[in-house]
């Protein structure tokens, strides 16, 4: 088993530490080889960001996707940018109001992350939620090995608020998953 993982946004939307959690709850809380590798544009904050994760129940021998199995976009630009490389069956999260141009010809799983995450008082959470939703969507990850690793990742006085929004996140993607 081998699966790539792309989450894309701007910078400052806490894509790269979604990626970090996703490679963490893998590797560390399950019993998965990952990798995680990131890059985003000169300016850092507003310009396109992108965080890969390949998970592997063997070595990794080579770092960065070469066929993206999930894709998790937050912003109109990285969804532009970083869709190049998708497959008829690659699974596709995005929030339809940050990427409102995403009808592309395969289904797309439409979670309103950014508004939860603004209901539970904080938008800076958006990419918590989505990373809920997409461990309910995706199904690779267990979601307690997910959620241990947000609350091993995040501050101690954002524990609570991360948390919420972690199982917001799961609730979301559920619903999601049903109306697909």
């Given at each position: 088993m081998k699966k790539e993982i792309r989450i894309c946004g701007f910078g400052g939307q806490g894509v790269i530490l979604a990626g970090f959690i996703i490679g963490k709850a893998a590797s560390v809380f399950m019993n998965y080889n990952a990798v995680q590798s990131q890059s985003y544009g000169p300016e850092a904050r507003g310009g396109a960001a992108r965080s890969e994760v390949i998970i592997s129940d063997e070595k990794i021998g080579y770092p960065r996707p070469t066929s993206v199995d999930l894709l998790v976009a937050m912003s109109q630009e990285s969804f532009d940018t970083y869709r190049n490389d998708l497959r008829d069956d690659t699974v596709i999260v995005v929030d339809p109001d940050l990427v409102k141009k995403h009808e592309?010809?395969?289904?797309?799983?439409?979670?309103?992350?950014?508004?939860?995450?603004?209901?539970?008082?904080n938008k800076i959470v958006t990419n918590i939620v989505m990373v809920g939703a997409a461990t309910s969507i995706f199904k690779l990850l267990d979601p307690e090995a997910v959620r241990k690793a947000v609350l091993d990742s995040v501050p101690s006085r954002f524990k609570e608020l991360n948390l919420k929004a972690f199982e917001k996140g799961l609730e979301a993607g559920k619903n999601a998953l049903k109306g697909l």
């Open positions: 592309i010809g395969q289904p797309v799983y439409k979670i309103h992350a950014q508004r939860i995450a603004e209901e539970l008082g």
